[in-house]
């Protein structure tokens, strides 16, 4: 080990642990004993080394004490994939969210996962079997899982977040998709829309399953077949919603019957859809209406403003902590519960009454 180092990884930048053993004329093990487990070091001895650190102002390294002890203050976050989810900032939101919320509780955040590739799983299954973190936060329908280690086995308390998955023993917190897709479209027929084009994120995943379903039983509701919407994507990512949103400007440009209201899972989708759908002419809400998902401050600043589903990620962000916190706390594993922090929608002017009827 470097000179430049001491026992427990500090810096130079500050006073090191021999400077401590120095001043109370004790050795380097000696400090580290008392600084890691104070029981071990007889009372006069901690007296000292307690005196000398206060004079010296020396501060231990958390994250390296916490490793010693065995009891590490690292929360790990999984990603699904990248940081960038355009205009919404959803995982940037909810990282935001859920540091804030660690760092009152005096634990430290690290994002473990920017891409989900072999070696990237694997960095994360060392961090979770080597004892680096003490429980995760994960964003994604998968666990890590490589050469037969899965991240589900290796000990730690984990619990989802945006995606349910407490059949598969995971502690999750949601918003409730479904209902809420399921009212606006509701609001969409009581408006008097008939036909509806569905920009959807990629078929299977959590989200679309529960937001399109909600389409499904508010038309089934009203009495209307499914048939009454018609749907654009499911092959591209949600990070890709720009290119979903002009992707479905094509699809509607080919219908031989237009839809008269728009129902987006995601703000970007929604964003480039509408833009696309001016340059042709057709004015919102006037010759269409439209709705979005995820809540993104921007929306209030498109023209029109536009209509969109609010995620609360800071309450989302908030439960996810405290229902980890609580499985660190525990000594045995609890049965998995789905918290749901019901959304909002935020009604803007892209949606109206459909012109000369649906």
């Known amino acids: 080990m470097s000179k430049n180092k001491d026992m427990l990884g500090e810096e130079q930048s500050g006073p090191l642990m021999a400077d401590v053993a120095r001043l109370a004329g004790v050795a380097i093990s000696t400090v580290s004993r008392a600084l890691a487990n104070p029981g071990r070091v007889n009372e006069k ?45 959803v995982i940037p939101q909810v990282l935001q969210s859920i540091n804030k919320s660690l760092i009152q509780d005096g634990y430290n955040l690290m994002i473990a996962n920017l891409g989900r590739d072999e070696i990237s799983e694997r960095h994360i299954l060392d961090l979770a079997f080597g004892g680096t973190v003490r429980g995760a936060i994960i964003l994604s329908s ?33 918003t409730n998709d479904r209902e809420a897709v399921r009212d606006v479209t509701a609001d969409l027929i009581r408006l008097g ?12 995943n ?10 499904v039983e508010a038309l089934e509701a009203a009495g209307l077949p499914e048939a ?24 509607f440009v080919a219908l031989t019957e237009k839809p008269t209201a728009v129902i987006a899972t995601s703000d970007d989708m929604a964003i480039s859809f509408m833009s696309q759908m001016q340059h ?45 916190l609580a499985a660190i706390g525990q000594a045995k594993k609890q049965s998995a519960v789905c918290k749901v922090i019901r959304s909002r929608l935020i009604l803007r002017e892209s949606m109206a009454v459909p012109k000369n009827g649906a």
Request: with cysteine.
């Open 45 to 89: 001895t901690r007296a000292k080394i307690d005196a000398a650190a206060k004079q010296l102002g020396y501060t231990p390294n958390a994250m390296a004490r916490g490793l010693r002890v065995g009891k590490s203050n690292i929360i790990m976050i999984v990603l699904p994939g990248s940081l960038y989810y355009g205009a919404s900032q």
């Open 142 to 174: 998968k666990l890590p899982e490589v050469d037969g280690r899965s991240l589900a086995n290796a000990g730690l308390p984990i619990v989802s977040m945006l995606l349910d998955m407490s059949d598969a023993g995971l502690p999750s917190v949601v």
């Open 193 to 204: 829309h008939r036909r509806f084009l569905y920009l959807a994120g990629p078929e299977g």
């Open 206 to 215: 959590y989200h679309d399953v529960e937001r399109y379903g909600g389409v």
């Open 228 to 251: 009454a919407v018609v749907r654009s994507g499911g092959k591209l990512d949600y990070q890709h919603g720009f290119d979903i949103g002009l992707e479905a400007a094509d699809d």
């Open 280 to 324: 042709t002419g057709l004015k919102i809400p006037d010759d269409l209406s439209i709705v979005s998902f995820d809540g993104s401050p921007v929306c209030a600043f498109c023209s029109p403003p536009l209509s969109t589903i609010e995620q609360p990620v800071e309450d989302m962000g908030q439960a996810a902590v405290a229902l980890l």
